[in-house]
């Protein structure tokens, strides 16, 4: 019981952040001090009548506050901050990643995904400085993520489609079209940057991290598996970290239904059985790059 009270206050944490409602907010129409909302964050001081009201202020289902089925996210922060919550009890994490694991990107990488995820908002949008506070909160949750994954040394098992893989060099490191060719030149050799260093990566057979590279498309739908002690989780994700990058369009799910698990993880089973890995792995990335640039020496 003690788990499920706390994770319950972790999903009114990620609602809440979702929903760019200070805790003092939430205190204020409550009733209750700022204190006690952070004790109902840690999972303490929770009543079923206090959760009906936080369910209608944060204009969330009170099943999916109470993790009961299927928790439903519109909101890229809220996902991203419940991600990271699993992330810290995890033991192992298995996924079909589009084009590959966010937690396995280089320093570069998150740079350019801030560039990304800018250039992709119209100069002349009337909220252009919400969206951008909006990405701001998002790329620090992400890199709390990344961060707690170095500490932890997570095991990861990534499965690559390599049509994901050409996509991504063929297309680059942008956010929109109606960029400069010379930066769209750029934005392609950045993107070959990290493939290489995704075919080191295998190369080097790190301790916990495992890349497959399926030949052809892998399953289309981004998800992953969280194994902890006492759980196992299934996340479902429309948001994109690739090239164009989305984190605002789309409904994210998280559940910890047995049939739900025993279906992913026997999905990321097949595909790595099929999957291409060691010398054989890097090889098919190198053979991409190779074409890649070739392609751009021809055009």
């Known amino acids: 019981m003690a788990v499920r009270l706390e994770e319950i206050g972790d999903r009114l944490k990620a609602?809440?952040?979702g929903r760019d409602l200070k805790a003092n907010k939430i205190a204020e129409r409550l009733g209750i001090s700022r204190a006690a909302v952070y004790r109902l964050e840690k999972g303490e001081l929770i009543k079923i009548e206090t959760l009906e009201r936080l369910s209608e202020l944060l204009n969330v289902p009170l099943p999916s506050l109470m993790g009961?089925?299927?928790?439903?996210y519109n909101n890229a922060i809220s996902f991203f901050e419940r991600m990271r919550q699993l992330e810290e009890?995890?033991?192992?994490?298995?996924?079909?990643?589009?084009p590959f694991s966010f937690l396995l990107?280089?320093?570069?990488?998150?740079?350019y995904l801030r560039l990304m995820l800018n250039e992709s908002i119209p100069t002349a949008q009337p909220q252009r400085r919400k969206s951008l506070e909006y990405i701001k909160k998002v790329l620090?949750?992400?890199?709390?993520?990344?961060?707690l994954a170095r500490k932890r040394r997570t095991p990861i098992v990534s499965v690559v489609s390599s049509q994901e893989i050409?996509?991504?060099?063929?297309?680059?490191?942008i956010g929109r079209f109606d960029l400069p060719a010379k930066v769209r030149k750029e934005r392609r050799e950045a993107a070959c940057a990290e493939i290489e260093r995704l075919a080191e990566t295998i190369d080097r057979q790190p301790i916990g991290v495992q890349i497959g590279i399926v030949e052809g498309p892998a399953p289309s739908?981004?998800?992953?598996?969280?194994?902890?002690?006492?759980?196992?989780?299934?996340?479902?994700?429309?948001?994109?970290?690739?090239?164009?990058?989305?984190?605002?369009?789309?409904i994210a799910m998280i559940t910890s239904a047995p049939e739900a698990v025993q279906l992913f993880t026997s999905t990321v089973g097949a595909q790595w059985e099929i999957a291409h890995k060691g010398e054989s792995g890097s090889a098919l990335l190198r053979s991409i790059l190779a074409k890649a640039k070739n392609s751009a020496a021809a055009s």
């Open 15 to 17: 609602y809440r952040l």
């Open 68 to 72: 009961v089925g299927v928790e439903y």
């Open 89 to 98: 009890h995890v033991t192992h994490i298995l996924g079909n990643f589009s």
């Open 105 to 111: 990107l280089s320093d570069g990488y998150v740079e």
């Open 140 to 147: 620090e949750i992400l890199e709390e993520r990344r961060m």
């Open 166 to 173: 050409e996509r991504f060099v063929q297309v680059g490191l």
């Open 221 to 250: 739908q981004t998800f992953q598996v969280f194994e902890r002690a006492e759980s196992t989780t299934v996340t479902l994700s429309p948001y994109r970290l690739g090239d164009q990058p989305n984190i605002s369009t789309g």
